[in-house]
């Protein structure tokens, strides 16, 4: 039975990129939709992004944000009011044009972002320095043409968190933009087990229509790069184009200084390529939406089905628990909850019973235990402690043997086709170069790291004196 279920999962040594549609769908996170590049979230897959939402909302409101909602559609001369925004993403824009027989006088854009939207709002709701900040955030759904589509990762709709701020000062709103990175951050590390590099994205590659923008990178199994968060120092570009003006300390009028920030269901795709394994998924404990599943073991025996619901309704005061009562057999339930990822299992039989003891199985490691009913739940807790740091630490350590240095660009190119992963090397700082790279090897910058280090006194491309250190990667 086991080695059947593994079968309808392709490993990930013969096709990384099959083995992940096999888990997506068979982990039961998705489903296809009759729209190419739609997806349907099922219920798993959904629990999942909103423990990843309420964790990520709570410390948005920490931070003093509120949240707000804006509209679905943006007229196309709003759109166009900020030059740079509109050509960044003017090729993954969706266009409404009729509603229902009447063509439109003026087109609609389903929005992508929402910079226009809050810029327009602002105008109209801020006048002096006593109504800054501005710090708001909204939950909602974007759409972006995308050419290319794969579940999680790049899809025509996906769910995120968009924050936009605005601020008296350059200073605040950078301050800003790197409070909310920290926050991205610290989400993935504590929360979702992801190590990342926090850095500033080259000109090339920042947000559309931004000044700035800082990103967290991470790196995934088979040595590809996500790009899994960013957050945009706006500057004054979009308060100049919509006149968003107020009155300052001194009585004269200034533009504010605005920031903006994403996070989006693509993180279920990293959670997935980062911690997954030949049977499915792994998911940490602090965002599985069940961390302990009960399978009761011969559950037709008298008192075995009431003893595994009064232990299932005592664990669940403190442990989200979950338990499975159907007649499937033992087996079946063993390798559905691995595929799911559920981070510890508890079989519980007759004999377990008589002798006051349950079974544990880590989905880490694979590891069985014996554990006495008492002290169960604290040994559970610490249990799924262990497992949450045990991921984190597996995954650093995967990065790391990932990572490397490298100082000529035949060395780059020899790297990055026998490994694969992040290729730090020097850069001069010319987009000619980072084309160049990004041509010849397919690899794009990630990120300039905060951590500087000198490596070189030369660009790994030219002859020209180095400027940053970067971190390169082919990424999806």
């Keep these: 039975m086991a080695k059947e279920f593994v079968k309808n999962v392709t490993s990930m040594q013969d096709d990384f990129a099959q083995w992940y549609t096999d888990v997506v769908t068979k982990a039961e996170l998705i489903d296809y939709s009759s729209v ?45 009011k900020e030059k740079d925004h509109i050509e960044g993403f003017a090729p993954e824009v969706a266009w409404v044009t009729h509603g229902g027989e009447e063509k439109l006088t003026e087109r ?51 769910l995120w968190q968009e924050g936009h701020t605005c601020h008296e000062t350059d200073e605040e709103a950078h301050g800003e933009t790197v409070r909310m990175l920290n926050v991205y951050a610290d989400l993935c590390e504590e929360f979702l087990a992801i190590p990342v590099v926090k850095g500033q994205k080259t000109e090339k590659e920042k947000f559309a229509g931004a000044k700035y923008t800082f990103t967290i990178e991470s790196l995934m199994h088979d040595g590809k790069a996500l790009q899994s968060g960013t957050s945009h120092h706006l500057g004054d570009g979009f308060a100049k184009a919509f006149g968003i003006e107020f009155t300052n300390r001194e009585g004269k009028l200034q533009t504010v200084q605005q920031t903006s920030w994403g996070f989006t269901t693509r993180i279920i795709g990293a959670m997935i390529m980062v911690h997954g394994d030949d049977r499915g998924l792994v998911v940490p404990p602090k965002i599985a939406p069940t961390q302990v599943m009960i399978v009761p073991i011969a559950q037709h025996k008298e008192g075995v089905l009431d003893f595994a619901y009064d232990l299932k309704e005592k664990l669940s005061q403190t442990i989200r628990t979950g338990i499975d009562a159907s007649d499937k057999k033992p087996g079946w339930k063993f390798n559905e909850y691995e595929m799911k990822g559920i981070p510890l299992r508890l079989e519980v039989g007759p004999r377990d019973i008589d002798q006051g003891q349950v079974i544990l199985v880590r989905r880490d490691t694979g590891e069985k235990e014996t554990v006495s009913l008492q002290g169960l739940e604290s040994h559970i807790q610490h249990t799924l402690s262990d497992i949450q740091n045990n991921l984190f630490k597996k995954a650093k350590t995967h990065r790391e043997n990932q990572t490397t240095t490298v100082t000529t660009f035949d060395e780059f190119k020899v790297k990055l086709s026998e490994k694969g992963g992040f290729i730090k090397a020097m850069w001069c700082g010319d987009d000619a170069c980072e084309g160049f790279i990004k041509d010849e090897t397919g690899a794009t910058s990630r990120c300039i790291p905060f951590e500087q280090e000198r490596l070189a006194e030369k660009c790994v491309c030219c002859d020209q004196e180095a400027k940053h250190l970067v971190y390169w990667a082919k990424a999806y």
């Excluded at 002096?128 to 939950?139: A, E, G, I, M």
Aim: proline letters at 6%.
């Design 108 to 158: 609609l854009c389903v929005r992508p972002t929402s910079e226009v939207l809050f810029a327009e709002h602002f105008k109209n709701i801020i006048h002096s320095h006593r109504d800054l900040p501005k710090l708001y955030n909204q939950w909602s759904n974007v759409v972006r043409w995308e050419k290319t589509t794969r579940p999680f990762l790049r899809t025509l709709e996906f």
């Design 36 to 80: 190419r590049g739609s997806m349907i979230l099922r219920p798993y897959g959904y629990a999942i992004w909103e423990n990843i939402q309420k964790e990520l909302d709570n410390q948005i409101k920490a931070t003093g944000h509120e949240n707000v909602y804006m509209p679905l559609f943006i007229p196309e001369s709003l759109l166009q």
